[in-house]
């Protein structure tokens, strides 16, 4: 595989792993209104992303060690756009904020997982 277009995949999961950090709380008046409830309801899906997230990343990082990074990392891709196509489909708040939990389950470890990755990828910026 070529080391820049993995350069481009991790990049871009990185991204969005960050980006799925920060948009639900510029998404809370439009989660709110949706869903019938206040925006200060409407923020534990910030708490429920969060807490996992800051939770799992040394975890992951212990499991990447031991079963591969590039199989790690490409599982954690996967499951966050599973989760995160799930959250679009949430019926409720309840389930929203158990569906955030889960894809901050997943987001946590793709940044760390993914230098890790391209750490790994033995000369990677020689022509």
């Known amino acids: 595989m070529n080391n820049y277009f993995v350069l481009f995949i991790v990049g871009f999961a990185g991204f969005i792993s960050a980006a799925d ?3 639900a709380s510029l998404l809370l008046p439009g989660i ?11 923020s534990i ?9 800051g939770v799992m990343q040394p975890v992951y990082g212990f499991f990447s060690d031991r079963r591969g990074k590039t199989k790690v990392l490409k599982i954690l891709m996967i499951c966050l756009a599973v989760a995160t196509f799930l959250c679009a489909k949430a019926p409720d ?5 158990a ?7 997943f987001a946590a470890g ?15 910026w020689e022509v």
């Open 21 to 23: 950090n920060w948009v």
């Open 32 to 42: 709110s209104n949706s869903f019938g409830v206040t925006v200060a309801t409407a």
């Open 45 to 53: 899906v910030l708490t429920a992303y969060l807490i996992p997230y």
């Open 93 to 97: 708040i309840k389930w929203l904020t």
């Open 99 to 105: 569906l955030r939990f889960v894809t901050g389950f």
């Open 110 to 124: 793709i940044i760390g997982v993914g230098i890790f990755a391209v750490g790994g990828v033995e000369h990677m």
